[in-house]
């Protein structure tokens, strides 16, 4: 059994979720339920980053304690991944006792292999911003946002020997043996060794809100080498457990915060002793209706909201098909609507309830015994089977994007008959409802070869839509997904053509997705 262990970063406190949270989060989860239905041992992280300037100045517009302030929208974190079924393993909160004994041990190692050293850190801080800036961020030598010059600051600070170990990360990202993915993001994260590295400090005086650096308490351990830390953290670095899952097979995020994963954190992990994680793969990063999400634009689409208006299946269906996974993209809210009802209401909805309608009335609901051989008809067979190898291959791919392409048609990208489109016209084109009641026989075929292309349909479908597959498969007369799979032999087994579909009565439910 192969192991999958996959993270998205952990997130911000310093605002509420939005769907670009929302977006990696169930891409990885579409990740994650793909390779335990194909029968992969899989773990899922996600969780949120408490510590930091950002995060103790939020809670101060607030009034409240950070602490306090943490608890409340990392909990709206968590209670908004129920409402999208998000399936992770975990959730890791960089403000729990696991995560900072954790980091006391991490950084101990750090030291004791002298990969640490003291040293001045000369930057130009900003109080209004409560940050360091760079001379590029100055307009006429203040910072923008204040119209005040920033106050240059010195302090002793612990720093990290990247130096020691950028060669050694390069020649690893160069052999793919961190798979910097898509190709496109490890041209650039390649860019920056040529830019030159910089050995980085790991700790800060001035900030208050953190984890201390044990043994050196006014140094407070900067929250991004801290916050990387949460992916071993979690799965029990500090008992040497993390070596089941460690490491990880895939580590998701946007390409915003490459930088830190794939040079950085290999680094650190490198001076630890630890290997790097497999895969880093960075998706592209999206404005919506044109133009970057922002709070003064007003267009922060909550999923929340979302969710309450198309439902979760169809929320989680709309944010990742709307452009390829990877690129970057635009997502246009207008169109949330139109592709609801062509894809889901009617492309897939109404072919289930057209035939099972058909089979509830004439057959009573069972088309009984039936000659395998005589089925799978018209390319249908065929195309079930060729679907089968694409799902595997597009995701194993992480192209999920494509994957929704050849079920549902999207994009222009292959000409190619989506399969349902295939399956609505099959009905059309043997006039179904006529058929049946000029020739049962020849009926009951076509009828058969809908409802198992619609179980394996069904099947593929789980990891985007788990509630959708599971109302299929009731009306198909079938136990969930999760069921089937406890029984079967193999994922392969569970799609393979003909091994379901006779003998179980079929219903007509409720419609899959009320046309809106
Ligand atoms: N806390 C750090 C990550 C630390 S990981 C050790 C952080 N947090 S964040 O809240 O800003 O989240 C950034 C991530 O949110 C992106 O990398 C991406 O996964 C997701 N996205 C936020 N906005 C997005 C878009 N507009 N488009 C695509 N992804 C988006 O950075």
Redesign the pocket.
């Known amino acids: 059994m192969n192991k999958f262990y996959i993270t998205?970063?952990?997130?911000?406190?310093?605002d509420k979720?939005?769907?670009?949270?929302a977006?990696?989060?169930i891409a990885a989860d579409i990740l994650a339920r793909y390779h335990r239905l194909i029968g992969d041992e899989t773990w899922y992280l996600t969780g949120?980053?408490e510590h930091g300037t950002k995060i103790a100045q939020a809670a101060e517009a607030q009034k409240m304690e950070p602490q306090k302030y943490a608890d409340k929208i990392s909990a709206e974190y968590q209670k908004l991944w129920d409402q999208l079924n998000i399936s992770h393993d975990d959730f890791i909160r960089t403000t729990e006792k696991r995560h900072e004994l954790s980091v006391h041990k991490f950084f101990k190692i750090l030291k004791d292999k002298g990969a640490l050293y003291k040293d001045k850190y000369v930057g130009l801080y900003c109080s209004g911003c409560e940050k360091f800036l760079t001379e590029t961020e100055l307009v006429d030598g203040k910072c923008s946002d204040h119209n005040k010059e920033p106050e240059k600051i010195e302090e002793e600070n612990y720093f990290f020997k990247l130096k020691d170990y950028v060669q050694k990360v390069k020649e690893m990202i160069e052999k793919d043996e961190i798979k910097v993915l898509p190709a496109k993001a490890k041209q650039e994260v390649l860019g920056l060794f040529k830019q030159g590295l910089e050995d980085f400090s790991v700790t800060r005086e001035h900030v208050k809100w953190g984890i201390p650096f044990p043994g050196d308490e006014k140094q407070i351990i900067y929250?991004?080498v801290e916050?990387?830390?949460?992916?071993i953290s979690a799965i029990g670095y500090e008992t040497g457990e993390h070596t089941k899952w460690w490491p990880a097979e895939v580590q998701?995020?946007?390409?915003?915060?490459i930088k830190?994963?794939a040079i950085f954190?290999p680094a650190i992990l490198l001076a630890m002793g630890e290997k790097p994680p497999k895969t880093i793969f960075?998706?592209?990063?999206?404005?919506?209706n044109g133009q970057?999400?922002s709070k003064s634009l007003g267009n922060v689409i909550d999923p929340a909201i979302m969710a309450t208006q198309y439902g979760t299946d169809a929320t989680r269906y709309l944010l990742v098909s709307q452009f390829p996974f990877g690129e970057?993209?635009d997502i246009k809210e207008k169109l949330f609507v139109e592709q609801y009802n062509s894809h889901l209401a009617n492309n897939l909805g109404n072919l289930l309830s057209r035939v099972t309608n058909i089979v509830a009335k004439n057959f009573q609901g069972n088309l009984g015994t039936i000659d395998i051989k005589k089925t799978g008809q018209q390319k249908i067979k065929e195309s079930i089977e060729q679907g089968n190898k694409l799902f595997k291959q597009y995701l194993d791919n992480y192209q999920i994007d494509k994957f929704l392409g050849f079920v549902f048609g999207l994009g222009g990208e292959t000409k190619q008959q989506s399969v349902l489109d295939l399956l609505n016209n099959y009905i059309e084109q043997t006039k179904l409802w006529e058929l049946v009641k000029s020739d049962k026989d020849a009926a009951t075929i076509v009828c058969y070869d809908v409802l198992e292309s619609l179980r394996i349909v069904a099947t593929w479908l789980w990891p985007v839509m788990p509630t959708t597959t599971d109302k299929i498969m009731t009306q198909l007369g079938l136990p969930t997904l999760e069921v089937q799979l406890g029984k079967a032999k193999s994922f392969d087994s569970l799609v393979a053509w003909g091994s379901k579909a006779t003998g179980q009565k079929v219903t007509k439910g409720e419609g899959l997705f009320q046309r809106l």
């Open positions: 998205t970063p952990i997130y911000y406190l310093n979720p939005h769907i670009g949270h977006y990696t989060t949120t980053d929250v991004w916050a990387l830390h949460n992916y998701l995020m946007a390409k915003d915060i830190f994963h954190w960075a998706h592209g990063f999206f404005t919506v970057k999400m970057d993209g």
